[in-house]
Structures are given as structure tokens and as C-alpha cells.
């Protein structure tokens, strides 16, 4: 029946502004829900570096594995904070739709008619681009471009390499201050090399070892 209707009758401005803030609402519980994921995820990280340097102060012997371990989860630490950034920065911009769609409706209301908005098509270009929210933001862009407020829609979703593009960017740097911020002093040190000795330090180690068994023999001769 509803798509009969569909057919027939036009949506009023109403119903389309009650269908476009359905999904922008849709939208925003899923950002919440994959940044609440993601910040789960940091924690468990941090637990991850913090239980590498634990058991490389237990064992000494596996003190060079675990600074590659505490690395490697700084590493995954620093993408996935990224990651939670990028996603609050996509919520903001999707409540900033939904504010602007809101207005355009309500001028529309006042005026009798609607302009296209290049703002809203620009942030939905690229919102829609993103993996996360691909599927339900192009049906949004479909019921945006019916009611005029926007005129055209992008094609592809960002490929993984260039969401990540730049975050190599003093990688090490940023895994230097992540493992300090967790870690602080906590963070096994590599073993320094040992620098050669200077001849007058050999010297002087010579006559040490020397007088130490001179020692050791009158030591003798005592007992």
C-alpha cells in the first residue's frame, strides 16, 4: 500500500523532513555505538602495553620481545584514536546537516520554495564517502536531492589508504610519546652499547685485577 501511495502521491515537505531526520538520527546512533567500540578497544590496548612491560621486568630475558610488543600496540593505539577522532569529527558534521536541513525547511516553509544548498551537498559528499556510513547516507542523499535541497550525489567510498593518508607521517614520534604517557617510567630500556674502552681505563682495570689477586693470595697465605 505504501508504495502505491508511493507512486501516486508526492511526500509533503513534512514527511520528507521527518524522513531525513530519521536518518540522520540513524546515523548518529551508529557513529556513538563505533566510537564507544573504539574507545573500548583503546583501553584494552593500553592493558596490552602495560601487561608487555610487566612481564619484561619479570623476565629480563624478554625484554627485547616486549618493547616490539609495547610498539606494536602503540601503534594500533595511535590508529585507533585516529580512527575515534575522525568519527567524532563525522558525527559533528552529520548534526551540522541535520541543523542546516532543519532551517532549509523551514524557509521553504516561510518562502513557498527551496534552494540547493552547496554547504549541506558538500558535507554529505563527504559523509556518504565514508565506509562506516556508506549505505544509510546515500539513502539520506536520495531524499535530500527529492526535496531540492541538494543537487548531486559522489560515487565511491575514501579507499582505507587515503582515510590513513598522512598517519605516517612521525609515526615514531607519536609511538615515543604514547609509550611515555602509558608507560612513563615503567618502559623497558634497551641495552646500551658498550663503548670502547680508552688504553688508560684498560690500564687501570689491569693493575685493579692485579691487586685483587694479590689480595686473594696474602688472603691464602693467612689461613
Known amino acids: ?7 501516486l502521491w508526492k511526500p509533503t515537505p513534512e514527511e520528507q523532513k521527518r524522513k531525513c531526520n530519521a536518518l540522520v538520527r540513524q546515523n548518529v546512533r551508529k ?6 567500540q573504539l574507545k573500548t578497544t583503546e583501553t584494552k590496548t593500553k592493558n596490552l602495553i602495560l601487561q608487555s612491560s610487566k612481564r619484561a621486568q619479570r623476565n629480563p630475558a624478554m625484554a627485547k620481545q616486549a618493547l616490539q610488543d609495547t610498539r606494536i600496540f602503540a601503534r594500533e593505539l595511535i590508529r585507533v584514536r585516529r580512527q575515534s577522532a575522525r568519527l567524532a569529527t563525522s558525527k559533528a558534521q552529520l548534526q551540522s546537516v541535520q541543523m542546516q536541513v532543519n532551517e532549509a525547511f523551514s524557509v521553504r516553509k516561510i518562502e513557498g520554495s527551496i534552494r540547493a544548498s552547496t554547504g ?18 546515500r539513502e539520506l542523499s536520495a531524499e535530500l536531492m527529492k526535496a531540492g535541497i541538494i543537487e548531486e550525489m559522489v560515487g565511491d567510498t575514501l579507499p582505507d589508504n587515503e582515510l590513513l593518508e598522512g598517519e605516517d607521517e612521525e609515526a615514531e614520534e607519536e609511538v615515543e610519546k604514547v609509550l611515555g604517557e602509558i608507560l612513563k617510567d615503567k618502559l623497558p630500556k634497551a641495552k646500551e652499547p658498550e663503548l670502547p674502552q680508552a688504553p688508560e681505563a684498560e690500564e687501570e682495570e689491569d693493575q685493579a685485577e692485579m691487586l685483587e689477586q694479590m689480595r686473594g693470595r696474602l688472603e691464602a697465605l693467612k689461613s
Open 1 to 7: 500500500m505504501e508504495t502505491i501511495r508511493g507512486l
Open 31 to 36: 557513529l556513538e555505538r563505533d566510537i564507544q
Open 120 to 137: 549541506i551537498m558538500k558535507d554529505v559528499n563527504t559523509l556518504v564517502r565514508l565506509p562506516e556510513l556508506t549505505g544509510t547516507m
